[in-house]
């Protein structure tokens, strides 16, 4: 589990303790973040061959669903700015009758992947498209994947330790939390009502207790997805040092 999905985890339990409703879904992240990912992306691509903007597509469509959105807008959007940085420049040809343009990587551009590759998984913006730098860590040099295995390793501890302190205030926290919430929606009746008639429970409690219980859930999840990915990290760094 990211920063960012363990920090929405304890905004949700603030917000539900004071009494609000939050959505933090992904148009919360800044669109020029989203932008300069997909820039990363094409890089890792365009390192290995020059590439058309449908070649591109192809590829993302075909291995990296999964990591970066295969929208023709958005590469587009990535291209303009990776040829204004100077990071990659254009050449066109003729194919079947038709003008088309391959894009290729500059010196620049081999200069800021090098940066890129070779750098730990940010957890404070962790998405799939940071997962995405695992997909080309095998161009980086040897000493940069140990380092870059080690670094994500020690982050994950640290993430862990984290989740279980949460987990430890949120068990803790619950009767509280639930009594208070019950107490300021019982004296709306508005507000019973539509927890009551999305819900389909028949009291408010039952609905408070089931919200508490998922969003712990949600962190259940990202404990055990942090064990699990400190158990896949450690073997491969094992991997490495052989």
Known sequence: MSSRVLYTVFLCLQAFRDGLTISITNSNIPNSNKEARMENIILSMLIFKAMTIYEIRAYIQRNLTTVCSDSLGSIQTAIKNLIKKGYIDVKEFVDNGMLK??????????????????????????????????????????????????????????????????????????????????????????????????????????????????????????????????????????????
Do not use: C
Request: proline share 2%; net charge positive.
């Open 101 to 242: 343009k391959r894009y290729g990587i500059t010196d620049a551009g081999v200069n800021s992947y090098k940066e890129w590759v070779g750098t730990p998984i940010n957890l404070a913006k962790m998405t799939n498209m940071e997962e995405g730098k695992l997909f080309f860590l095998g161009v980086a040099p040897k000493a940069k994947r140990i380092a870059f295995l080690k670094d994500y390793l020690k982050d994950l501890k640290e993430e862990y330790e984290k989740l279980r302190a949460i987990q430890s205030f949120a068990l803790e926290a619950k009767e509280v939390v639930v009594k208070e919430n019950l107490k300021r929606i019982s004296a709306d009746p508005k507000t019973s009502e539509n927890l009551l008639a999305v819900s389909k429970e028949k009291s408010v409690r039952k609905v408070l207790n089931n919200t508490y219980d998922y969003q712990m859930h949600l962190l259940e999840y990202g404990i055990a997805r942090t064990e699990a990915d400190m158990d896949f990290y450690e073997k491969l760094l094992k991997l490495e040092m052989k």
